[in-house]
């Protein structure tokens, strides 16, 4: 039953450095990015092609995305929430790859993920309005709700990791259940449903990121 | 299930790797060519209404250059239209001036010819009159006319005897032509001479002729002087007397 296991496992070690199939996996899914984003990106012309056309699409709407939750400059944040939404929605497809797991259906990548989500809210937040500026929007709308604030701010991280972690572990783990129940055609719908929540929990994680980012913003109107 | 602290590690610094990698061949050039496309779009906006105003501002110039040629036109049309009416009336004036020289000369000529008319019908008229009145004194006059003009000039001989006694001759004979249209007698002639010898204290040799055409009296003649008491010799004083006024 080994092929079942949807749970990670150390693959090799060096000293007490473990390797898990995650990191590997994560690993072919940057390959992969990287290899994608450079054959796209290699010729780019003012007179577009096909793909080049649907990659400017892609980050017009996501300029203009962020334009409108964001008052600042969108390409301030657009490489940040860009990396995050390309890895994660591609680590949320390649459990469809027979042999593969996914990466984002261990609790430690979406931890991961959820501390650089955590971190990004107050870099940004710090370096556009500086350190007082930015401490000071926890006192708003009054200094009672500071305790709230702060922890707000531990559960919604924690939250956005577990958000991520449990719908992933979740797709891999009725499909495994599925397969074993009914056989091999009855997990494909589910599986395309997979695809669906896997490309929407990715926007998801990018947008919360983005309105935990403005709502570090001290807006005075 | 448990927490791997390295695998978070891991995936944090994965995140890292690949933002800064996507940066540099993802993010940057496609930023790139979304500003130069949009720089370009706005570039070629920006001239396209550039060079729409300026073909508006070309046009309008053109027309403005087209309407200061038709008033051009126009003024030099105008221009032209009034010299050519100066130059006609110029010319006008000029063939009047021409035409009254013309008309002055015809004039003249006409007059020099009416003149020329006049005074030849005047000296005709003249003439016949002078004719007529020779005859008319031919057939009137008689010896007895021609006695007693003769008488008159001996009588009032002093006009002569002073004139002639004006010139201081050297000679002693005066010649004296005498004229006459009747033959005188002896006598008369011989007490004219002597009335003049004895004024004058001169030998006068008297040449007397008869001649019919005097009609009546006589005309003598002493050196380059005459004196003709003579009826033609008056009719032709008066005669070239009336030709002279006009």
Redesign the interface.
Known sequence: MKIFNV??E?IFSIG?????D??IT??LV?AL??TL??SV?RK???K?SFF?EV??AI??AMEKTIKDILPLDP?LV???L???W??IGFSNLAGLIPGLKT?TA????T???A??SFSMTHVVGISTQGLKGYLLHYKEPTWILLPFHLIAEITRTVALAVRLFGNMLSGDMIAIILLGIVGLLVPIPFSLLHIIIGLIQAYIFGILTLVFIAGGMRTKS | ?K??L???????I??V???Y???R???K???E??E??RG?IAKTVGDAEKTKKEALELKENNQKELNKAKELQGQMLEQSREEALKDRNKLLDEAHKEAAKINEKEKALIDAEKMRIESELKNKTLEMVSVFASNLLKDISDEELHKAIFRKLVKENGKIVSDISKIKEKEEILNIDLVTAYPLPMDDVKTFKETLESQLAKKIKMNTTVDKTLIAGVRIKAYDMIYDSSLAGQINALASQLKETR
């Open positions: 749970f990670p150390t007490p450095v473990h390797i898990t995650t990191v994560t690993w940057m990015i990287i984003c450079y990106t780019l012309s003012i577009p080049q990659l400017e980050f017009e390409w657009v490489p940040m860009g990396t995050l390309i890895l990466p261990d609790l430690n990548t931890c991961a993920f501390l650089i | 299930m927490f791997n390295w695998t978070i590690l891991f995936q944090v994965n995140f790797i690949l933002l990698i996507l940066k061949i993802l993010y050039p496609i930023r060519i979304i130069k496309r370009l």
